[in-house]
């Protein structure tokens, strides 16, 4: 990750969407033979102990929870269980990749539909076994290259931050972790790349994908949630929550701290940036840039105000 603009968390807290990592809307999972992985606390699919303990860690600094908060963060909302189940998706079929549809049990429904994960086709599985296991020297799946996977990367870059800090990362203060993501080591910044968009859509997704346990990343920002097939009200749809694309970009690029209005402002700009935390602020950069009048005008006033210091302090 590149020293300017930081990881930010509150910033963050809002961009949760209806992507759900990869799909719907939608409860913590019952306890049903439908879902393809169980979820429990202390059920890692992927990754070992201590990359787990790293990750919890990692995932604390992207939306920090009631130590630094007035609300619950990624940790009580079980985001790195979450990113670990998807690293195991092909462990069992079918993958936990795409909840079924059309409705959960939230919105009046009396099946949740979504604790069904859908098969995949031959090209789905192909392609999604691609990214999340990487090329792995298949001449057939790097006809445009190698791919290294979200496995290699996590597994890498979890490595890489545990042994950056003295006594490890996992067991590092907050603002020694927060150094630690800033580095320059390829492999920090690449799962850094991937584990804050990772973190965020689990944490405001679907509870059935593993994250958003108890629907805290709904309920910390009066998100309602899914709620077809009821649906919203009349006055919901002609007098939505305030917000805007460019308070987004203000809260992610720099600027202090704080929950934001509706998720939902941010479902394109984040389905848009490949699935990465870099590619997420460069969507978002030209939304924070005047427009080059504005800069002008901005500029005019920066040097007159400046003149106007200096012969007050003339003056005195």
């Given at each position: 990750?590149?020293?300017?603009?930081?990881?930010?968390?509150?910033?963050?807290l809002a961009a949760g969407t209806g992507v759900a990592v990869f799909g719907s809307l939608g409860s913590a999972s019952s306890a049903?033979?439908?879902?393809?992985?169980?979820?429990?606390?202390?059920?890692?699919?992927?990754?070992?102990?201590?990359?787990?303990?790293a990750l919890r860690a990692l995932v604390d600094r992207v939306v920090p929870g009631t130590e630094e908060d007035t609300v619950p963060g990624a940790v009580a909302a079980?985001?790195?269980?979450?990113?670990?189940?998807?690293?195991?998706?092909?462990?069992?079929?079918?993958?936990?990749i795409y909840a079924g549809a059309p409705f959960s049990d939230r919105g009046?429904?009396?099946?949740?539909?979504?604790?069904?994960?859908?098969?995949?086709?031959?090209?789905?599985?192909?392609?999604?076994?691609?990214?999340?296991?990487?090329?792995r020297g298949r001449r057939r799946l790097e006809r445009n290259g190698k791919v290294a996977g979200y496995q290699r990367t996590y597994r890498r870059g979890l490595a890489a931050l545990e042994e950056s800090v003295p006594g490890g990362f996992s067991n590092a203060p907050g603002v020694a972790r927060d150094l630690a993501l800033r580095s320059d080591d390829p492999a920090i910044r690449a799962v850094v790349d991937l584990a804050v968009p990772h973190t965020v859509q689990f944490m405001y997704g679907a509870p059935e994908y593993g994250g958003n346990h108890r629907l805290v990343g709904w309920t910390t920002t009066d998100f309602e949630g899914d709620v077809q097939p009821r649906g919203y009200t009349d006055e919901q749809v002609t007098d939505p929550e305030p917000s805007s694309p460019t308070d987004l970009a203000e809260d992610l690029i720099g600027s202090p701290l704080m929950a934001m209005g509706s998720p939902e402002v941010v479902h394109g700009v984040l389905a848009s940036a490949g699935d990465r935390w870099s590619g997420l602020q460069a969507a978002l950069r030209p939304l924070t840039e005047p427009a080059p009048d504005v800069q002008a005008r901005l500029d005019t006033l920066r040097h007159l105000a400046d003149g106007f210091v200096a012969e007050r302090g003339a003056d005195s």
């Amino acid at each position: 990750m590149s020293p300017d603009p930081p990881v930010t968390r509150r910033g963050l807290l809002a961009a949760g969407t209806g992507v759900a990592v990869f799909g719907s809307l939608g409860s913590a999972s019952s306890a049903s033979a439908s879902v393809a992985v169980p979820l429990g606390p202390d059920r890692a699919r992927f990754l070992r102990r201590d990359e787990m303990a790293a990750l919890r860690a990692l995932v604390d600094r992207v939306v920090p929870g009631t130590e630094e908060d007035t609300v619950p963060g990624a940790v009580a909302a079980r985001c790195h269980h979450a990113i670990d189940a998807l690293l195991g998706a092909f462990t069992v079929d079918p993958p936990r990749i795409y909840a079924g549809a059309p409705f959960s049990d939230r919105g009046g429904s009396p099946v949740n539909h979504f604790e069904e994960f859908l098969p995949l086709d031959a090209y789905e599985r192909t392609a999604w076994q691609l990214r999340v296991m990487g090329s792995r020297g298949r001449r057939r799946l790097e006809r445009n290259g190698k791919v290294a996977g979200y496995q290699r990367t996590y597994r890498r870059g979890l490595a890489a931050l545990e042994e950056s800090v003295p006594g490890g990362f996992s067991n590092a203060p907050g603002v020694a972790r927060d150094l630690a993501l800033r580095s320059d080591d390829p492999a920090i910044r690449a799962v850094v790349d991937l584990a804050v968009p990772h973190t965020v859509q689990f944490m405001y997704g679907a509870p059935e994908y593993g994250g958003n346990h108890r629907l805290v990343g709904w309920t910390t920002t009066d998100f309602e949630g899914d709620v077809q097939p009821r649906g919203y009200t009349d006055e919901q749809v002609t007098d939505p929550e305030p917000s805007s694309p460019t308070d987004l970009a203000e809260d992610l690029i720099g600027s202090p701290l704080m929950a934001m209005g509706s998720p939902e402002v941010v479902h394109g700009v984040l389905a848009s940036a490949g699935d990465r935390w870099s590619g997420l602020q460069a969507a978002l950069r030209p939304l924070t840039e005047p427009a080059p009048d504005v800069q002008a005008r901005l500029d005019t006033l920066r040097h007159l105000a400046d003149g106007f210091v200096a012969e007050r302090g003339a003056d005195s």
